[in-house]
Each structure stands twice: as C-alpha cells, then as structure tokens.
C-alpha cells in the first residue's frame, strides 16, 4: 500500500477507506479483511471479479464435492459489467 495515496473519508452514516497499490505492485486484488481493530476475528470480503463470481455461483450450485460430470454441467458464468450501483453477469 501507499500510504500518501490512501485515504478515509467517514459521514454520519458511511465510511470510504481509499486504497492505493504500491508502484511494484501488480495484478487484482482478491480479497480484503476488515474489523474493529486486528486484535478481534476479521470478516473477510471477496472483490467481484469472474473467478470470484464463478468460485461463488460454483458452490451455490453444487455446495458438496461433485462429479466431473456434474462438474461439466456448469454453466458458463461471465462477468460483463461491474460498477458502483450493479453487477451484470451472463450466464450460459
């Protein structure tokens, strides 16, 4: 992280932590942990991302370990569009 680049902005009813990678830092990130403070258990939050979406929907679909031909049965989950208000997948 780059510390000058981040920042908190906090209102009445939200808070908004900015993150900025580091200039080395390379590809998307996954996931995040948050809390009151690193001492008590963390809540973990995925990013939406198509692995993500796919790994999500893949469990919802078949929650237990299933067969490959259940795997092959899967739809093709793809995600279109992503933005502060929505989220469009296709699903085939």
């Known amino acids: ?17 900015g ?3 580091a200039p080395g830092s390379t590809g998307l990130w996954e996931k995040f942990s ?5 001492s008590s258990a963390l809540q973990e939050r995925l ?3 198509e692995e993500n ?13 299933c067969s490959q ?9 793809e995600v279109l569009d992503v933005t502060e208000d929505r989220i469009q997948i296709r699903v085939e």
């Open 47 to 49: 990013f939406v991302s």
């Open 69 to 77: 031909s259940a795997l092959e049965s899967q739809p093709l989950i």
């Open 34 to 38: 948050f809390g009151l403070d690193s």
């Open 19 to 21: 993150l900025a990678k």
């Open 53 to 65: 979406v796919d790994g999500f929907l893949g469990t919802a679909f078949c929650p237990s370990p």
């Open 1 to 17: 992280l780059v510390s000058p680049e981040s920042s908190v902005s906090v209102s009445a009813h939200n808070a908004v932590v």
